[in-house]
């Protein structure tokens, strides 16, 4: 692995200023975290949304916990692998891996999923919209950090947060249902493949560049795509791969928090999912008496949190695939196999008593609803709808597709609330006036 490959950025440019010792990946970070992407994570639905009370995570705080987990499995993993010097020289530093778990949800639409759904179906005759894919777009296009090139982060971090190295052309189903649903449509119908949008393949080429031809065709394979079912990628680097297991541990334990501290995980639910769970390796992990403490007094439930976090953390290792030559590609951090499992199990019950309930699901499909509305009404008529800032990127000379995805863009980086306002503009008599600021 060439570091100095690694460490480029696309504009080839280095702002030099006085007495600045940071390393690069320290300058990424700086970068994200005075983004005003980031900024709106704090408004922007993670599960539960953003009026249902000031306990659960956000977006923003998702994140922050996302690479604070990322940080300590690599901690965890260079102690694990202190024998192993190939391993040892090609770990993320800490400001690399909390910059990748800060940023990934950068991309993320207002409403959760229903947002990600609902431009997903506005977006199906012009490339798609899938939220990893655009916050890749953020990164590398959208944030005003430089003129041609968003952040302008190196390689290798943009490489981190690229967890599907798949275009959506490639991968996307090949038939979807009737488009004349009008707002009112099945989300199962136009879930999004995991994939980037064919509008940053010059960006993942130039990501992939450093890699062998070989070890560039071996990643970006994938499941094929059937008549009604997406494409799989298959493939992730070594960085995507811890950043993917902090975000499934910051998923399912801290989620399965909330849903106790709000009554919607039971005693007798986690129950049936704990006998689920070998004692020994509850034993193994000091969880011993677990279901108490996680019904227990408010400082016991969150000790036996962080007990969760550490016993998946301490359960990841490193794995080869000899099929790569370069390490970042050839090396991927795994959950042993027993572990996972246990994890798959706490998921699935945060899921089925959290993110499907109703109550969460009328409040994501109105979500959904409202952005296929904005959405329309500004498609209408672009320039007398959008920002001057998004208006100015319009011009005579750009397609239908161009101009839907500057529409897309403009969208997905609203939050719950801003996107709530603009709703209430266009369509509610007696909502708004020209003296309030959006």
Known sequence: MD??????????ARLDRPRDERTDSARDLARIIHSSSFRRLQAKTQVLGIGEGDFHRTRLTHSMEVAQIGKGIVQNIRGLQSEDEHILEILPDNDLMFAAGLAHDLGHPPF??????????????????????????????????????GLDLTRRTLLSILKYPVQYSEICKKESPAADQGCIIRSSDWKPPKCYHGDEKDVVDWILEPFSESDRKLFIRHSDPGTHKHGKPTEKSLDTSILELADDIAYGVHDLEDG?????????????????????????KSLQDLRNRLFSEEYERKQSIGGLVNAFMTSISVRENPDYSDPLLKYRAELDAQTGAILSVIKDLVKDNVVKIPQVQTLEFRGQYLVIQIFEAIASDPERFLTRESARRLNSRISKKQEYRIICDYIAGMTDEYATRIYERLFLPRQGTVFQKL
């Open 3 to 12: 570091i100095s490959l690694q460490n480029e950025r696309r504009s080839q």
């Open 112 to 149: 959760g999923h229903g947002g990600e759904i609902a431009l997903n179906y506005c977006m199906r005759d012009h490339g798609g919209f899938e939220g990893n894919g655009q916050t890749l777009r953020i990164l590398s296009r959208i944030e005003h950090h430089t003129l041609d090139h």
């Open 260 to 284: 106790i501290a709000l009554g919607l995980i039971t005693r007798d639910k986690w129950t049936a999912v704990e006998e689920k769970i070998d004692k020994d390796w509850l034993g193994q």
